[in-house]
């Protein structure tokens, strides 16, 4: 399965979109990307998945480069209720295991 | 529909001691996996069963032993709890791997 590398932490203000990007260079073309995101203490919760067309849902837009070796998780109007970890993680098929990183820290300020 | 339910919530041991973390889902999912995740990391698999009759380690399936029930049920076994085995437990469910995955709340385990 492919690797992903997201950046540690990245910050944000209220109101403003919150664009956290996840690189996936050696993703293969039937693997999905799929966003989840863990606020503090509670179990992870899935945001949206794409496979090469931009996605969107009521919770954020995901966008895919045309080559799919990287993506980015839109959160259009940041709230500080969305201040959590969000992992990026690609996979697919029956051999795919579910691999989390350390994600990407976002919080959101007043 | 509860989804995926883990109990205990929170469990203090003392070393050596031994206990199982329960978990089900009512989704009819296929795949369920044990993650323990300490302090500033990510999720680390445990063990992981494709179906229903199947388990496999993970990445660190060490001190632990896991029993898929039936399919709706998936426990993960302490039999002789370290101190390191301190951390927040949460498992996971998804219909067929490479599928949406869902998780429960976690279970809160010290070890003294």
């Known amino acids: 399965d492919a690797k992903t590398t997201q950046p540690p932490s990245m910050d944000c203000a209220e109101g403003r979109a919150a664009n956290l990007p996840c690189n996936h260079s050696?993703?293969?073309?039937?693997?999905?990307v799929y966003w989840y995101r863990q606020i503090h203490s509670q179990g992870p919760q899935y945001i949206i998945h794409g496979l090469k067309n931009n996605e969107t849902n009521e919770m954020a837009s995901l966008i895919i480069t045309e080559d799919r070796k990287s993506s980015t998780l839109i959160l259009p109007h940041a709230t500080l209720r969305d201040t959590a970890v969000y992992y990026c993680?690609?996979?697919?098929?029956?051999?795919?295991?579910?691999?989390f990183g350390r994600g990407t820290s976002l919080i959101v300020h007043p | 529909n509860a989804g995926v339910t883990q109990t205990p919530k929170f469990q203090v041991l003392k070393t050596g001691q031994s206990m199982t973390l329960q978990c089900a889902q009512d989704?009819?999912?296929?795949?369920m996996y044990w993650y323990r995740q300490d302090p500033g990391m990510g999720l680390r698999l445990i063990y992981y069963s494709a179906s229903e009759g199947t388990t496999d380690k993970g990445e660190v399936p060490n001190g632990y032993n896991v029993s898929r029930l039936n399919k709706r049920e998936f426990s993960l076994r302490l039999e002789s709890a370290a101190p390191s085995q301190t951390s927040v437990y949460f498992c996971?469910?998804?219909?067929?791997?490479?599928?949406?995955?869902?998780f429960g709340e976690g279970s809160w385990l010290t070890v003294v």
């Open positions: 993680i690609v996979g697919s098929g029956g051999s795919y295991i579910p691999t």
């Open positions: 996971a469910s998804t219909l067929d791997n490479g599928n949406t995955i869902y």
């Open positions: 050696t993703i293969s073309g039937n693997e999905y």
């Open positions: 989704m009819n999912h296929n795949s």
